[in-house]
């Protein structure tokens, strides 16, 4: 049996609505030492500019959770 420690799971952040408003939030968590994945990074941009309703969802490692809220909730106020 093998058992998963936290430092492989992630938890969602956020999810925003292009591609370069999560680029700019990643960038940030990034260079406080926080590994981030974007999920459905390229939707917007494979769809077009004129479809809108798709979301791309950040998300950072668990152990780095509270401090990427800290982070990224400095960042949107």
Same mark, same amino acid.
């Given at each position: 049996?093998?058992?998963?420690?936290?430092?492989?799971?992630?938890?969602? $952040?956020?999810?925003?609505?292009?591609?370069?408003?999560?680029?700019?939030?990643?960038?940030?968590?990034?260079?406080?030492?926080?590994?981030?994945?974007?999920?459905?990074?390229?939707?917007?941009?494979?769809?077009?500019?004129?479809?809108?309703?798709?979301?791309?969802?950040?998300?950072?490692?668990?152990?780095?959770?509270?401090?990427? $809220?800290?982070?990224?909730?400095?960042?949107?106020?």
């Amino acid at each position: 049996m093998e058992v998963k420690g936290i430092e492989n799971q992630w938890m969602h $952040l956020a999810s925003v609505g292009s591609h370069s408003e999560a680029l700019v939030i990643c960038s940030k968590l990034e260079s406080a030492g926080i590994k981030t994945y974007i999920k459905d990074q390229y939707v917007n941009t494979l769809l077009g500019p004129g479809v809108s309703g798709f979301k791309i969802d950040i998300y950072v490692l668990l152990q780095d959770y509270e401090k990427a $809220l800290d982070i990224y909730y400095d960042e949107v106020s």
